[in-house]
C-alpha cells in the first residue's frame, strides 16, 4: 500500500487529506510541524501519530501554538510522558554540534525519536547514529509545478519575481522517486550511501508502527441549557421540554384554526426530531431566538427548507405557518436523509454579535466558536496576481484585467477573447504566466471567518474534536472548513447578518413613535395598498419579492398582477397577454417536479410510489 505524511505548521488540510487519500487508498500518516525553544533559538520538529489518540492529542497541541503558546523541548518532552508510544517525533533541522546530537538523544531516549537528514546535510554527524531518516519535504508534485509554489509564496510576500529566471530554474522541493535517489547517490561515496540505506530503513519503520484509522462517525450536539428562568422546567427532558414549548406554541398561534392537521403534523415531526435525536438542537435555535427577539433585535422570518416545518413555526423560530403554504417538512428532515438539521437564521447585521456572544457565554468559550474559510484565487485575480508580482508593465496588466472576465474560468476567457489568446501566444514568457494563472486558479488565498456559521459542541471542548485557531469575535475559529465540521460529527448554525434587517428595524423604530402598538410579524400580507404601489411600478430591485409574491399569492388577482410586473421588471414586457405566456411555466411548476403536486394536495406526511424520500430531494 502507498504511503504519505502531511505535517503543515497547522491543521488546515488534515480532514481533506483524510477523505482523498481514502479516495486513492493511500495510508496517510497525520502529523504537525512545531517549532520548540532550545536555547536561545528554536528547532523545528515533525510530530507523526501512531495511533488515534495521537491524532486527537495533536489538535490540542495544534491549538495550543495556534493561539500563541511556545514550548521548549524541555516542557515537550516532560508533557507528552503519557503518549510516547502514540508518536513518532523527528527533529528536521540540520545539527552541526555533537553536544546537540547527544543532548537531544537523552532527552528523547524513552521516545521513538530520529534525526531527520537529506542530502544537502552535513554527512559525518549523523554517520555515529543509528536513529537517522530521510525527511526531504515536498510541496509539489513534480518539478514542472515549481513555479506554481514560487509564484503562490511570492504572492503571499508581496515580493516579486523575474519571470526569465523563473523559467530556466527548477525546485528540489518535489516528491522524490527511486530514479531521483539514483542521481543523488554518486558512486563511490561509502558514507552518504551508509546513511541513506539506514535512513531508508528507518522511514519504513515507520511506516509500518503508524497504521491507524480514523474514525469519525456519530454526532458531537450540544445539550440544551436551561436558563434562569426555566428552571422549574429543568427536570424534563429535552423531549419533553420541546413538546411543552409546542403545546405552548399552538395556544398562541394557532387561536381559532382547525387543530386537527396541525396536531397529526407536528406530533410527526415531533417524532421524526426525537428518533433523529435532535431535541437539543431545536431548543438551543429556539433559546436564541428567543433572546434576539426579547431584546428587540430583529429576527428573519425564516429561511430555506426550515420554513417547511411546522415544529419550527409554533416555536417561534419561523413566521410562515408551512400549512397554510403547502410546504414540506421532508425537505428540511428526513430519516432517510441521515444530515444535520439546517436552520439559517437572520439577524440584523448590526446587532448580531449580540446573538452569537450569547450563545458564547451561555455554552462556554471552549465549545463555541467560528468557522474558517479560504478564500481562493479566482480567475481574475489569479491572473492579475501572478502577472503582478512576475513584473508584467503597467499597462499589460490593465489588458489582463480587461480580458479577464471574473465570471468565467481562465480556460472560457481564452477560448472566448482573441485579443487575449494572441498576446498569449506571442511570446514563450506570455505562455509562461498563463500556465502559472491556469496553476493558481481555485487554489486557497488567505484564510478568512466564514460569514455566518458557528459551531457548537457536547459536553466536552471543541479542542476535542476539531483544532483551533484564535478570532476575533467568539473566543475561537475552527481550523477546519464548514464542511470539515461537519463531516467529524459537529453542529454548525447559521446567524446570518442581513442588512435589509437593520434597515426594517429603523423604520419600524420610526413607526412606533406614531403608532406604539405596531407589530410587523401581524402586518397583512393580503394589503391591496402594497398591491396597488407595484402595479404603478413603484418599487426599486424587487424582482426576488415578486418572484415570491408570484409563488404565495398563486391563482389570486394580486398573483396575476405580481406575474406581470414580474415580466415588465425582468424582461421590459409590457403586453399583458405576453407577460403571462412567458410566465406559463414556471407559474404553473413552482414548486418543481414532484414536490409540485405534494404541495397542492398533501400537508401531512409525504409518501411516494416510486421515489424513496433521498431520491426525491433530487428531483
Not at 528547532?43 to 503558546?69: A, D, R
Not at 543509528?130 to 504572492?155: D, F, G, H, M, W
Not at 410587523?520 to 402595479?535: G, H, M, R, S
Request: glycine residues 6%.
Amino acid at each position: 500500500q502507498r504511503q504519505m505524511c502531511i505535517r503543515d505548521r497547522n491543521m488546515y488540510g488534515a480532514i481533506k487529506a483524510h477523505k482523498e487519500s481514502k479516495k486513492a487508498g493511500i495510508n496517510l500518516i497525520q502529523g504537525l510541524e512545531v517549532s520548540l525553544g532550545y536555547g536561545i533559538g528554536f528547532l523545528k520538529f515533525n510530530i507523526l501519530c501512531k495511533t488515534e489518540k495521537m491524532f486527537y492529542k495533536l489538535l490540542e497541541i495544534s491549538t495550543k501554538f495556534m493561539n500563541g503558546e511556545e514550548w521548549t523541548i524541555e516542557n515537550f518532552s516532560s508533557e507528552m510522558k503519557e503518549y510516547s508510544d502514540d508518536f513518532v517525533l523527528i527533529v528536521v533541522d540540520e545539527l552541526r554540534d555533537s553536544m546537540e546530537f547527544s543532548y537531544l538523544s537523552n532527552l528523547f531516549s524513552n521516545y521513538n525519536f530520529y534525526f531527520g537528514f537529506n542530502e544537502s546535510f552535513r554527512v559525518s554527524p549523523y554517520s555515529f547514529y543509528e536513529n537517522v531518516v530521510y525527511t526531504k519535504p515536498s510541496y509539489y508534485l513534480n518539478k514542472e509545478n515549481y513555479q506554481q509554489v514560487i509564484v503562490s509564496r511570492a504572492i503571499r510576500d508581496n515580493k516579486k519575481l523575474n519571470i526569465q529566471e523563473l523559467i530556466t530554474i527548477s525546485g528540489d522541493e518535489f516528491v522524490r522517486e527511486q530514479k531521483d535517489f539514483e542521481e543523488i547517490l554518486a558512486p563511490g561515496d561509502e558514507e552518504l550511501h551508509s546513511i541513506f540505506k539506514k535512513s531508508f530503513e528507518n522511514q519504513q519503520n515507520i511506516v509500518d508502527k503508524c497504521q491507524y484509522e480514523l474514525n469519525f462517525s456519530g454526532y458531537h450536539l450540544p445539550k440544551y441549557i436551561y436558563g434562569e428562568k426555566e428552571e422549574i422546567f429543568a427536570k424534563l427532558s429535552s423531549k419533553e421540554y420541546l413538546h411543552y414549548l409546542v403545546q405552548k406554541g399552538v395556544k398562541e398561534k394557532l387561536v381559532g384554526k382547525d387543530l386537527y392537521p396541525y396536531k397529526k403534523r407536528y406530533s410527526y415531526e415531533l417524532k421524526i426530531i426525537d428518533e433523529m435525536g435532535f431535541n437539543d438542537y431545536f431548543l438551543i435555535v429556539y433559546d436564541f431566538v428567543k433572546y434576539a427577539k426579547d431584546n428587540g433585535i430583529l429576527v428573519g422570518a425564516g429561511r430555506g427548507s426550515a420554513a417547511g416545518s411546522l415544529v419550527c413555526y409554533l416555536l417561534d423560530i419561523t413566521e410562515a405557518d408551512p400549512l397554510e403554504y403547502n410546504l414540506l417538512f421532508e425537505r428540511f428532515l428526513n430519516k432517510e436523509r441521515i444530515s444535520m438539521p439546517d436552520i439559517d437564521i437572520d439577524f440584523q447585521d448590526t446587532r448580531r454579535d449580540e446573538v452569537i456572544k450569547y450563545v458564547e457565554e451561555k455554552y462556554g468559550q471552549d465549545k463555541v466558536a467560528q468557522i474558517i474559510t479560504f478564500t481562493t484565487f479566482q480567475s481574475k485575480s489569479a491572473a492579475r496576481e501572478s502577472a503582478r508580482i512576475l513584473q508584467f508593465d503597467e499597462q499589460t496588466l490593465k489588458f489582463i484585467s480587461s480580458n479577464i472576465s471574473s465570471t468565467r474560468t481562465l480556460k472560457e476567457c481564452y477560448e472566448m477573447s482573441e485579443e487575449l489568446r494572441a498576446f498569449i501566444n506571442q511570446s514563450n514568457i506570455n505562455k509562461r504566466w498563463f500556465s502559472i494563472a491556469l496553476s493558481l486558479e481555485n487554489l486557497p488565498k488567505n484564510p478568512s471567518v466564514h460569514a455566518a456559521g458557528i459551531v457548537i459542541s457536547d459536553d466536552k471542548p471543541l479542542v476535542n474534536y476539531a483544532p483551533l485557531a484564535e478570532s476575533n469575535m467568539t473566543k475561537y475559529l475552527t481550523q477546519w472548513t464548514m464542511d470539515d465540521v461537519e463531516s467529524v460529527g459537529l453542529l454548525k448554525i447559521d446567524f446570518l447578518g442581513i442588512r435589509y434587517l437593520t434597515m426594517v428595524s429603523s423604520i419600524v423604530e420610526e413607526i412606533k413613535k406614531e403608532n406604539p402598538t405596531f407589530d410587523i410579524t401581524k402586518i397583512n400580507y393580503q394589503d391591496p395598498k402594497v398591491y396597488e404601489l407595484f402595479a404603478k411600478g413603484k418599487f426599486g430591485n424587487a424582482i426576488p419579492l415578486l418572484q415570491e409574491l408570484v409563488t404565495i399569492q398563486k391563482g389570486t388577482e394580486n398573483g396575476q398582477e405580481c406575474l406581470y410586473m414580474l415580466a415588465k421588471a425582468e424582461y421590459g414586457m409590457k403586453d399583458y397577454e405576453a407577460a403571462s405566456e412567458t410566465f406559463r411555466k414556471y407559474y404553473q411548476s413552482y414548486p418543481k417536479g414532484i414536490y409540485a403536486e405534494m404541495a397542492q394536495f398533501n400537508i401531512g406526511p409525504v409518501s411516494y410510489t416510486h421515489l424513496t424520500l433521498p431520491t426525491s430531494d433530487l428531483v
